[in-house]
Nanobody, 117 residues
Framework: QVHLVESGGGLVQPGGSLRLSCAAS????????MGWYRQAPGKERELVAT???????IYADSVKGRFTISGDNAKNMVTLQMYSLKPEDTALYYC???????????WGQGTQVTCSS
């Protein structure tokens, strides 16, 4: 089992910045990709950004150029640095870990990001 704990959400004004962190613990040896998804009220959960153990990143078009994902394999952590936040970035942000050998996806409990003036 993998346990994911997110931190760093909060309230920010449009144009502001936030940094989300996610720490993984437990049986983490098979994880080869971690990332962030988000879900706004009334909408489906969507991918924000992912990073593989080798450092390959993928971003949603809506966040390219504004968000940066980074990983620390030694600390089993992934971080999402968010700049130029917009009201449409408001959502519950979930950390995700993927184990391809098990075909298993693990999720954190989520951290709220609210962008509002």
């Amino acid at each position: 089992q993998v346990h994911l704990v997110e931190s760093g959400g909060g309230l920010v004004q449009p144009g502001g910045s936030l940094r989300l962190s996610c720490a993984a613990s437990g049986s983490i040896g098979g994880i080869n990709r971690m990332g962030w998804y988000r879900q706004a009220p009334g909408k489906e959960r969507e991918l924000v950004a992912t990073i593989t153990a080798g450092g390959t990143t993928i971003y949603a078009d809506s966040v390219k150029g504004r968000f940066t994902i980074s990983g620390d394999n030694a600390k089993n952590m992934v971080t999402l640095q968010m700049y130029s936040l917009k009201p449409e970035d408001t959502a519950l942000y979930y950390c995700n870990a993927y184990m391809p050998l098990l075909g298993a996806m693990f999720w954190g409990q989520g951290t709220q990001v609210t962008c509002s003036s």
